[in-house]
């Protein structure tokens, strides 16, 4: 192997070496170390007191990294994603190893820790991939296969972006004719509250929206360091953003024997705790919950606003699943449709910023990562710096966009591709629902697992009854209990999920995160298997 010092024809490089004090020729190639061969070491001779000085070696020969595990940005290292972890990343070594022929007493690794319907076989909502296939390939527009109202669609979207093309940038804050059918789309669901364009922001996904309002509201040292408050059990982008930015978490924990209901007492608790040591300037609500599953009533959805307005934070609302509703007498109730009927004296003064994304819903579309945010009483001065904030990503991808689009201004009842679109909708979320419903009943029927009503979005988070000796062993791998669970389920079953562990949850509770997404008969596959496994996991550590 020839790592020599290859010289690039390049003016400023043959300046430099043919005009360096004393220049020498360079050595002959000398045979080095483990076979590398070497052609630098005169040029590094400090042939005068201005000349190149030779960097410190390491034994291998190579110089000290710049970037290394010291220099690095030590908040980054604080950074934890369990949704994408250590089981995950395991799972993927398993599935290589099937591949190579390795015998194991299964036959498939089967995820269930992560919402991407597609990948768990959900099919597209048609429409959808219509539209989309038309702005990608505008030649298609003359193809009869296509019905006229996916055509319509795609040639306003194309005519909106620069050369025709979703090949173009967009304006930072997104599209404006998208911007502009999201903010119609939002008063249509919130009965008729206006929705402005100009307070829209289309994202990347929900995710990249969530992280750019934490970066506008982190700011502070010490005592006046930004806190904002998050939900335990949480989605792991709240404390990861968080941990990265060096905000402070402000915990709150979810009641899990009132179906992960949200009490305002424990919110008074957590913020009266936190103004001790930090500035609380924002609360984050996920409804539906994720990874609880609860949907939170309108009633709780008032005294939270009201919490809001009496402690002056910040309202982040996570909305992601908001079709996804499936339990009897549960309903979806945005949190700006709630702040607006709750009158003036409240929608004059929160503060809110409320997301939604295709990846959820019946769309399932996680890979085009498409999303927005709509921001409510934002001062003037701070949305032009959150503009700006936006701008230095250039734009949300051009595809994300033009599926966001059609999500939020789908096929009207006069329209050639209604029929089928409300007959896909239906049944993706008529299935969900059922999954749902099946997989609280199954887990409940295993002694040592307790599953709330899985209520809504996609995920359940039932409780596990761990044995004292299971706890020990764990602590001696330097696991966390329910981390130990996961990854032994993993190992002898295909299964993954993820560790409560990894969510947060109370001290000396022990739970996992599961998706309901599996196509039905592989979802009857997975809770047979967990229900063997908790009982084989339970006789060996009793």
Known sequence: MDLGLQIPDCPLFTYF???????????????????????????????SKRGLQKPNMTENGLGHRVLNMDTMNPNVKRVEYAVRGPIVQRAVQIEKELKEGVEKPFTEVIKANIGDAHAMGQKPITFLRQVVALCAYPDLL?????????????????????????????????????RQDVAKYIEKRDGGIPSNSDNIYLSTGASDAIVTMLKLLTSGEGKNRTGVMISIPQYPLYSAALAELAAVQISYYLDEDKCWSLDIGELRRAVKAAREHCNPRALCII????????????????????FAAEERLFLMADEVYQDNVYAEGCQFHSFKKVLFEMGPEYSSVVELASFHSTSKCFMGECGFRGGYMEVVNM???????????????????????????IVVNPPQPDEPSYATFIKERTANLDILAEKAKMTEQVLNTVPGIHCNPVQGAMYTFPRLSLPEKAINAAKEKGQAPDMFYCMKLLEETGICLVPGSGFGQRDGTYHFRMTILPAT???????????????RFTEEFS
């Open 17 to 47: 070496f043919s005009h360096r004090p004393h220049a020498q020729k360079p050595a002959k190639v000398k045979k080095g170390q483990n076979g590398i061969n070497r052609r630098v070491s005169n040029i590094w001779k400090p042939h």
């Open 142 to 178: 003359e193809d009869d296969k296509f019905p006229e109202d996916a055509k319509n669609r795609a040639r306003r979207i194309l005519q909106a972006c620069g050369g025709g093309s979703i090949g173009a940038y967009s304006v930072s804050p997104g599209i404006e004719i998208v």
């Open 287 to 306: 409804n539906p919950g994720n990874p609880t599953g609860q949907v939170q009533s309108r009633q709780c959805i008032e005294d939270v606003i009201r």
């Open 379 to 405: 001062d003037p001065e701070v949305k032009l710096q959150l503009t700006k904030l936006v701008s230095v990503r250039l734009c949300p991808p051009i595809p994300g966009q033009a599926l966001l689009d």
């Open 521 to 535: 008969e592989k979802l009857k596959v997975v809770l047979e298997k967990i229900r063997e496994f908790h009982k």
